[in-house]
């Protein structure tokens, strides 16, 4: 792995700015780097994971397919980088992050539900640090769209729904409404 990072490294180096292929350079980069970070726990890696994913958004077009992608990418490890050391900064730039990745990805695309279920789980996370009523809005929102977008047969389905139920169960500790619970509950 560590050659290769060098490699990657090099690549990148030797690629103009304005190259079409620097950012899937990055890109891949950012990867090797995330890879090596979940198997180091080596938070330098995570860092310059993100920089490279950032760098790597930065050179791809708005309209470009694969944006979204990299928009999750950076998303999960800014969440990453929050589960490590608790900065709220983190976990607000992850969510940022990852709303970007859902707005940037068709309503029909099957990656969104991946993308909304990333985004409900770090707005959970706020949510449950915080306390924000916002969020836990934000968090039951993002589960529903989720659902909304999952086939029936779909093999997570069930997951989301429990998650969705666990989220309308706390709006109904919070504020007292039985139709939240009784939602909870379906």
Sequence with gaps: MEAAIARLEAAVE?????????AVRLKILGIHLSNRYE??????DLRA????LEAAVGATPEDHP????????IGNRLGNRYEMTGDLQDLGAAIDRLEEAVGATP?????????LNNLRDYLGNRYERTGNMQDLEAV????TAAVDVTPVDYPGRAALLNNLGIRLGNRYQ????LQDLDAAIT
């Design 14 to 22: 030797a690629t103009p700015g304005d190259d079409p292929a620097r």
């Design 140 to 143: 039951i929102a993002r589960s």
């Design 66 to 73: 694969g944006r979204s992608g990299l928009l999750n990418s």
């Design 39 to 44: 198997r180091t726990r080596n938070i330098q």
């Design 107 to 115: 309503e029909d695309h099957a990656d969104r539900v991946v993308w």
């Design 49 to 52: 994971a993100i920089a490279r």
């Design 174 to 177: 919070r504020a007292g409404n």
